[in-house]
């Protein structure tokens, strides 16, 4: 069976950005491409992509979302996540929604290179993109 993936926001950023960990990032897009694995994302992180781009062109930044749009399975979002997100009060509510789309989705691994922030609440295995490609090398 094919490991589920929930990719966090900054995870599409390092692609569609070419940010830092974009080699990393490009490597786990291509595994999701290529059926090796499944890639999930929420809503909210097209949202917060939106938000994040802001300062650029808007011709720019729709095509920078619809590129990351591409990568990964869209994992719906309704009141039952954002009742258990409100009813699990942490540092930060965004990753907390984050990661109870991660469970609807049925995720296996939060992918995130904002790592410190999870480990306050996170029961899956939450990794870095290094650290996921690393794991799956084993």
């Not at 990393?24 to 291509?30: L, P």
């Not at 694995?37 to 939106?50: D, E, H, K, R």
């Not at 699990?88 to 109870?100: A, G, N």
């Amino acid at each position: 069976m094919k490991k589920k993936v929930f990719l966090d926001t900054n995870i599409l950023m390092d692609f569609v950005d070419n940010r830092e960990n974009i080699e990393y990032a490009k490597t786990i897009v291509e595994l999701g491409k290529t059926g090796v694995i499944q890639l999930f994302a929420s809503y909210l992180s097209y949202a917060n992509m939106g938000y994040i781009l802001r300062k650029r062109s808007l011709k720019e930044r729709y095509h920078l979302i619809r590129l990351a749009r591409k990568i990964a399975t869209v994992v719906p979002c309704d009141v039952t996540q954002l009742d258990a997100a409100i009813n699990h009060p942490v540092k930060d509510y965004e990753d907390m929604l984050q990661y109870q789309s991660a469970l609807a989705a049925g995720c296996d691994v939060v992918v995130t290179n904002n790592k410190r922030d999870f480990q306050e609440f996170c029961q899956l295995p939450f990794l870095s993109s290094e650290e996921f490609l690393l794991q799956l090398e084993d």
